[in-house]
């Protein structure tokens, strides 16, 4: 292909690409599927990868993030980033309407847009001549954090505006994390022994600060405009007008904007909103209330930190009151013992509270948080249950303090707390303490580690209840029989176990550290470790020097692994799971061509019997072409790889629509 004919292709690509992500982030309106979007980015990287010259910052292929900052510079704000007043009382916003309509003509017509007020974290965008140059956090609103590598991993931020833009365009909004992007992140974090996000907020502020924007691109963060900076050329004097005219040029806008003529029409629209906003996938605390008319907003000018022209309704926090019938402490797979409230259960903004997390023996004291007390309780960012206060004034003597125990309510061991740390640990092995040998047990059949299909929570209870199951090596010595004995066990899902347990024994070596549960070794860092030193043996015997030596592992990292596998119980351990045949295949450090990895940000399942590789030589192969292969089919799958007498996993796929392919379809996409 003649060169001029690359370049126009590439161009046709980009423009294709951009207008799929216009009609997908912008008008919630895909027109594609997933597998066709990525057939197209695929192909745009194959042309840059073999063309390097003609790859341009606003490429969509742009977004994976660079290399690390080391810091992020400090850039002033043209126009000042104001802060919002905002109230909870429906008689404040007509007050506030009043003072509008004192601070302009007496009889003057004034409109109001009101928006969703999005809890996410502010930022300003910056395109001149179309194109995206600086993006920056509100700081202190006169100053604030050029963020730009970061906010260009944001998928829904454009690269490039369409249409006829202004010169200059200071486009300013919200970066924001989804309910469901949360709940994936938090599962993650858990398997690597990390503490979850209270909620989407504080994760997209703690994302949006990485000074690693390749971390940055992975937590899937939105954006939504509402409002503008500095700009030149804009041919409008209604915001109203202003919303659409940016929806044209490719900038996302706050979902349900909606232009009102009076203040009642506002406040009603904010009563049916309150039950309404729970029903979205993302945070929202209230309305935005904004005079429309840009002239006006002008002659009704600002105070010394917030602008006349707009105000903020908050909705308070939805709350419920209960009691605490009992406080229990949960034993988790590395020891960490955490302390629960039972509670009466009550219904909480769309759910049925039964629990919530007391954190640690610090806060049941800092909040005097007794059994029998009557407590307020509220979700954290309206996901996760937490006590707010207590009602000492229910209280009528019953009320009974909670010692935090001294021992672990499993094994009896020790609890005992470091030097610095607020929680407890078990002193115990987990192959002594039964509630720790239960977790670690589920955790090593999860997906993302060794993944056994039918080990749920109340046969591994029973395993290790009845003796059956003493370690992680016993899982392999059980026999069918045995299974179907089991409560709700029959004789099929004791053999399709026992097939299941099998079939791990060849799993990949980072998918076998994963189960470990080393303490601070998660699935990434598993990964890291396995490229590193590409067989259990060699990670067995490595020096303290040559783990701190590897590239993100650091000394206390290095010290744990080394460690663990010092501990002579540990060892044992080891040659228990190698002598009922636990061989975990050598991973090899993926192999990076010109054009990067050609699998990278793909997620794969794969189910039945392929033709040309065994289960675990294709996860490897996927592995080494960048990509990530899970147990179970999602929303998040990119692909499932199928073979003969594929089962339910094939189902599932086709139901949510998620690509089929062959192992020839795989070695495509891998570009073999």
């Not at 309106?29 to 606003?58: C, G, Q, W």
């Not at 939504?224 to 030149?232: I, N, R, T």
Request: aromatic share 6%; hydrophobic share 35%.
């Amino acid at each position: 292909m003649a060169h001029k004919d690359v370049t126009q292709e590439i161009e046709e690509l980009r423009r294709e690409i951009n207008r799929h992500n216009y009609l997908y982030y912008v008008e919630a309106a895909p027109v594609i599927s997933d597998k066709e979007f990525d057939r197209l980015l695929k192909r745009l990287e194959e042309l840059e990868a073999a063309h390097p010259e003609l790859v341009t910052p606003d490429s969509p292929t742009q977004r994976v993030g660079g290399q690390p900052l080391a810091a992020f510079k400090t850039v002033a704000h043209t126009i000042p980033m104001l802060s919002i007043d905002n109230t909870y009382s429906y008689d404040e916003v007509r007050e506030w309407d009043a003072r509008v309509r004192r601070g302009l003509t007496p009889g003057e017509v004034v409109h109001y847009v009101v928006e969703l007020k999005v809890d996410g974290v502010a930022v300003s965008l910056r395109y001149e001549r179309g194109k995206f140059c600086l993006g920056a956090t509100r700081g202190d609103g006169e100053h604030g954090d050029d963020i730009t590598e970061n906010l260009k991993t944001v998928r829904g931020i454009p690269l490039s505006l369409v249409g006829s833009p202004p010169p200059l365009l200071e486009v300013r909004g919200e970066v924001y994390m989804t309910n469901t992007e949360l709940v994936r992140l938090n599962e993650l974090r858990r398997a690597n022994d990390e503490p979850p996000f209270m909620n989407p907020r504080n994760s997209t502020a703690g994302s949006l600060k990485l000074l690693d924007p390749r971390l940055c691109a992975q937590r899937r963060l939105r954006f939504v405009s509402h409002g503008l900076g500095e700009s030149e050329g804009i041919a409008t004097d209604s915001y109203y007008e202003l919303v659409q005219l940016l929806k044209g040029w490719g900038v996302p806008t706050t979902p349900q904007t909606v232009l009102y003529d009076t203040i009642d029409e506002v406040i009603a629209h904010a009563q049916r909103w309150e039950s309404q906003r729970n029903t979205l996938d993302f945070q929202t605390d209230g309305l935005v209330v904004k005079v429309d008319d840009l002239k006006q907003r002008a002659r009704l000018g600002t105070r010394s930190k917030s602008p006349r022209w707009v105000i903020a309704f908050k909705y308070e926090a939805e709350q419920a009151v209960t009691k605490i019938v009992n406080i229990t402490v949960q034993v988790g797979k590395t020891g960490k013992l955490t302390p629960v409230a039972d509670l009466t259960p009550v219904p909480l903004a769309g759910t049925t509270v039964k629990r919530a997390s007391l954190h640690n023996a610090d806060e049941i004291l800092r909040k005097d948080v007794r059994i029998g007390d009557t407590v307020v309780i509220q979700k954290a960012g309206e996901i996760i249950p937490q006590v707010v206060r207590v009602e000492v004034d229910s209280r009528d003597g019953s009320e009974r303090a909670f010692d935090f125990p001294k021992t672990c309510p499993s094994c009896g061991a020790a609890a005992q707390r470091e030097e610095g740390e607020v929680d407890f640990h078990c002193t115990n092995s987990p192959l002594r303490c039964p509630d720790q040998l239960k977790e670690w047990i589920r955790w090593y059949a999860h997906r993302d580690a060794m993944d056994v299909d039918g080990l749920g929570e109340k046969l591994v209870a029973q395993l290790v209840d009845r003796g059956l199951v003493r370690s992680l090596a016993d899982l392999y010595r059980l026999d069918a029989p045995t299974l179907a004995d089991l409560e709700r066990m029959g004789k099929k899902s004791a053999q399709n176990l026992v097939e299941a347990l099998e079939a791990t024994k060849s799993r990949p070596l980072d998918r076998f550290l994963t189960g470990l549960t080393i303490r601070h070794v998660g699935t990434r860092m598993a990964e890291v470790l396995a490229q590193r030193f590409g067989t259990l043996e060699a990670i067995r015997a490595a020096p303290l020097a040559d783990l701190e030596a590897v590239p993100e592992v650091g000394p206390v990292v290095a010290a744990s692994v080394h460690d663990f596998f010092q501990e002579p119980e540990h060892q044992q351990l080891l040659d228990d799971l190698q002598g009922v045949g636990v061989n975990p295949a050598p991973v090899l450090a993926p192999q990076a061509g010109t054009g990067g990895l050609p699998l990278a940000g793909k997620t794969f399942v794969i189910t039945g019997t392929l033709p040309k590789r065994s289960r675990t030589e294709a996860e490897a192969f996927i592995k080494q072409h960048g990509g990530k292969v899970t147990g179970s089919v999602s929303k998040m799958t990119s692909y499932v790889l199928a073979g003969e007498e594929a089962g339910s996993k094939l189902e599932k796929a086709k139901q949510l629509k998620i690509p089929v392919i062959d192992e020839e379809g795989l070695e495509q996409l891998a570009g073999a």
